[in-house]
C-alpha cells in the first residue's frame, strides 16, 4: 500500500518553506519596532517555528525532521536561483541602476547565506528535539510550555550561531550580544503572542487528522531522513 501524505501535513511543509525563502530576502531590510531596530525578517520568520512546533507536536520528530531538511534544500534552491539571475547579462531594458536594485535585494554575501543555513539547521532541529522530548515528559499536557520552552532554545541557538558567523569580527562583541538577546526576547515574544491561536491550530488539526504522535523508540539523528 502506498503511503499517503495528507492535506494539513502538506500544506505545513509548504508553508514552512515559503516562510524561509521570504524571510532571507526581507531580512536586509532594517525596521524599527519601537526603540528596537530589527530586520523584516522578524515579521515573517517566526512563523516557521510555530510550524515547526505544529508538525513537532502533531506528526512527531521524524516528520518535521523531513519537513527542515526539504525546507533547507528549496532554500538553498532558491538562493542558488538568485545568484544565476544576478549574473545572468540584462537585456537593454534592465538599466544598471536595475541590476543594482536586484542584486541588493538578492544578493547576499557569501557569509551571510552561509550563516543563515548553519543557524537555520541549529534551531529547526533544536527546537524540534524540545518539543518532542518535552511532549513525552509532560505525558502530552502542557503545549504551551514546550512550545515557549523549545522557541527559546531554537531561536536562541539560530540567533547564536547566525549573528556570530555573520557579524563576529565586523561589529563590536558588546553589540553582538545584545543583537542576539535582543532578536531571541523578540522572536520568542512573537510566539507567545501567537499562541491562543496556535492551540486552537493545534487542536483542529489532531483531531482532523486523528493523529497525535509520541516519539518513543526514535532516532534523534538529523542525519537519518530514511527514518519516516
Same mark, same amino acid.
Given at each position: 500500500m502506498k503511503k499517503q501524505v495528507s492535506v494539513a501535513f502538506m500544506v505545513c511543509g509548504l508553508l514552512f518553506?515559503?516562510?524561509? =525563502?521570504?524571510?532571507? *530576502?526581507? $531580512?536586509?531590510?532594517?525596521?524599527?519596532?519601537?526603540?528596537?531596530?530589527?530586520?523584516? !525578517?522578524? @515579521?515573517?520568520?517566526?512563523?516557521?517555528?510555530? =510550524?515547526?512546533?505544529? *508538525?513537532? $507536536?502533531?506528526?512527531?520528530?521524524?516528520?518535521?525532521?523531513?519537513?527542515?531538511?526539504? !525546507?533547507? @534544500?528549496?532554500?538553498?534552491?532558491?538562493?542558488?536561483?538568485?545568484?544565476?539571475?544576478i549574473w545572468a547579462p540584462g537585456s537593454e531594458n534592465f538599466t544598471a541602476e536595475h541590476q543594482s536594485a536586484f542584486n541588493m535585494v538578492l544578493g547576499n554575501t557569501e557569509r551571510i547565506v552561509a550563516a543563515s543555513f548553519v543557524a537555520f539547521l541549529f534551531g529547526a532541529f533544536l527546537n524540534a528535539f524540545v518539543m518532542s522530548k518535552m511532549k513525552i515528559m509532560q505525558h502530552g499536557r502542557g503545549f504551551s510550555i514546550r512550545a515557549v520552552a523549545s522557541t527559546i532554545v531554537g531561536e536562541g541557538a539560530d540567533s547564536v550561531v547566525f549573528f556570530s558567523l555573520a557579524f563576529s569580527g565586523i561589529i563590536p562583541t558588546p553589540a553582538l550580544i545584545m543583537l542576539i538577546l535582543t532578536q531571541t526576547a523578540m522572536k520568542t515574544g512573537y510566539e507567545i503572542i501567537a499562541l491562543p491561536l496556535t492551540n486552537i491550530l493545534v487542536k483542529w488539526v489532531k483531531k482532523r487528522e486523528e493523529t497525535d504522535v509520541y516519539d518513543t523508540d526514535i532516532s534523534y539523528n538529523p542525519l537519518k531522513i530514511n527514518d519516516l
Open positions: 518553506t515559503v516562510c524561509l =525563502i521570504v524571510s532571507n *530576502i526581507v $531580512e536586509q531590510k532594517l525596521i524599527q519596532i519601537g526603540p528596537i531596530e530589527a530586520t523584516a !525578517g522578524l @515579521l515573517i520568520f517566526p512563523i516557521s517555528y510555530i =510550524i515547526n512546533d505544529l *508538525i513537532a $507536536e502533531v506528526w512527531g520528530y521524524r516528520k518535521v525532521r523531513l519537513i527542515i531538511w526539504n !525546507g533547507f @534544500l528549496m532554500n538553498f534552491l532558491a538562493v542558488v536561483v538568485f545568484r544565476l539571475s
